[in-house]
T-cell receptor, first 115, second 112 residues
Framework: EAGVTQFPSHSVIEKGQTVTLRCDPI?????LYWYRRVMGKEIKFLLH????????ESGMPNNRFLAERTGGTYSTLKVQPAELEDSGVYFC?????????????FGAGTRLSVL | GDSVTQMEGPVTLSEEAFLTINCTYT??????LFWYVQYPGEGLQLLLK?????DKGSNKGFEATYRKETTSFHLEKGSVQVSDSAVYFC???????????FGGGTRLMVKP
């Protein structure tokens, strides 16, 4: 069974450009999460989808970030326009259940470098 | 709000040494506690978890006990191997929503 896949693995863009990250969760997992780790700090929650609906987007930093999950399958996270402080590693995770003890399965992450 | 604090690294040990990585948390209620590990070039993998007070999670020789009285979840291993070199993250989650709150991560380097 395929795990959570993310691409690209690394993206280098200039300030002001647009970047779209993609996440394919494990098949059958209704719950999809985005996290990011900026400048070696803590991994921070961004948002949570249940199927195609945004369950919690309290971690989204500002309106330059737009996440979608059309059809409840893969998800995209668009940053437009990108700023220097957006550099970091963006992780996607999926889980089958929503309880606090449910295991989240992570992708390898997308490293975003904004120059 | 919730927070997780873990010891800063890097932690450098010789092979077969004893490992402890401290983790303490601040949270309301009774969250579930996790240790995730990230090996070089890979994503985060669940190492172990505990869902209630006094539970002990264990996997691959690693152990951690959920201590409600000290709000801690320290990771231990009796004899580390070079292959254990990785970054270790302590995290918690509540039942509602299941979003994870992570500590800052601790890099472990094991030398032969």
């Amino acid at each position: 069974e395929a795990g959570v896949t993310q691409f690209p693995s690394h993206s280098v863009i200039e300030k002001g450009q647009t970047v779209t990250l993609r996440c394919d969760p494990i098949s059958g997992h209704d719950n999809l999460y985005w996290y990011r780790r900026v400048m070696g700090k803590e991994i921070k929650f961004l948002l949570h989808f249940v199927k195609e609906s945004k369950q919690d987007e309290s971690g989204m930093p500002n309106n330059r970030f737009l996440a979608e999950r059309t059809g409840g399958t893969y998800s995209t996270l668009k940053v437009q326009p990108a700023e220097l402080e957006d550099s970091g590693v963006y992780f996607c995770a999926s889980s089958q259940h929503i309880s606090g003890s449910a295991i989240q399965y992570f992708g390898a992450g997308t490293r975003l470098s904004v120059l | 709000g919730d927070s997780v604090t873990q010891m800063e690294g890097p932690v450098t040990l010789s092979e077969e040494a004893f490992l402890t990585i401290n983790c303490t948390y601040t949270a309301t209620g009774y969250p579930s506690l996790f240790w995730y590990v990230q090996y070089p070039g890979e994503g985060l993998q669940l190492l172990l978890k505990a869902t209630k007070a006094d539970d002990k999670g264990s996997n691959k020789g690693f152990e951690a006990t959920y201590r409600k009285e000290t709000t801690s979840f320290h990771l231990e291993k009796g004899s580390v191997q070079v292959s254990d070199s990785a970054v270790y993250f302590c995290a918690l989650a509540h039942n509602a929503g299941n979003m994870l709150t992570f500590g800052g991560g601790t890099r472990l380097m094991v030398k032969p």
